[in-house]
């Protein structure tokens, strides 16, 4: 996983922490020293493989299938109702008479965990909400008509920040609204 945002861990420190295993990657004195991003590789496969996959489901419409390739776990649930719709299954019978019956919840922990930072948008049913894409970079996201997605560039942007400078943006859309209708046109097209 690329990890771009920069967390101030203590005064004078500037990390990339990667948001599903903890482990800082980098770090330094000012935000402005920090490499652009660091890569952790707690979501990858021995070999390099993606360890956790997400694609929509072949056999029901709206429903999701997560795979853990790893431990050869699968839940499949019905998007924006992970919590409410998830049903788990084991790809090899090796896990369901895993000898150590703590693994079983820590694996699914972390195959949620990983879920709800990269792909939040499809779990939960919130109007609003913040993930992480492929590249690292956080994409807040609106849920509900009319859908967006903003992907943040600058990866040491804080939550205040981007909210900010989102108001702002939600003023220059409703300027332009008004400009449209003194024009005489719609407001609908841009």
């Not at 990983?114 to 590249?135: F, K, Q």
Request: glycine share 10%; proline share 5%.
């Amino acid at each position: 996983m690329k990890i771009r945002n920069i967390t101030q861990i203590d005064r004078g420190v500037c990390a990339h922490v990667c948001p599903l295993c903890g482990e800082i990657h980098a770090s330094a004195p000012e935000p402005d020293m920090m490499p652009e991003f660091s890569i952790c590789r707690c979501d990858m496969m021995p070999g390099g493989e993606p360890r956790f996959l997400l694609e929509k489901s072949k056999d029901n419409a709206g429903w999701w299938v997560l795979s853990d390739r790893l431990n050869l776990v699968v839940i499949r649930f019905k998007e924006r109702q992970f919590n409410e719709t998830q049903r788990v299954s084991f790809l090899s019978d090796e896990m369901e008479r895993h000898p150590d019956i703590r693994g079983i919840p820590r694996v699914l922990r972390e195959m949620a965990d990983w879920l709800v930072i990269r792909h939040r948008s499809v779990a939960t049913n919130e109007p609003h909400g913040m993930e992480i894409d492929d590249d690292g970079r956080t994409v807040v996201y609106r849920g509900k008509f009319p859908r967006w997605r903003l992907t943040v560039e600058d990866g040491g942007a804080s939550a205040g920040q981007i909210g900010s400078s989102m108001a702002k943006a939600a003023a220059f859309l409703r300027s332009l609204e008004g400009r449209r209708r003194m024009d005489g046109g719609s407001g609908g097209d841009f």
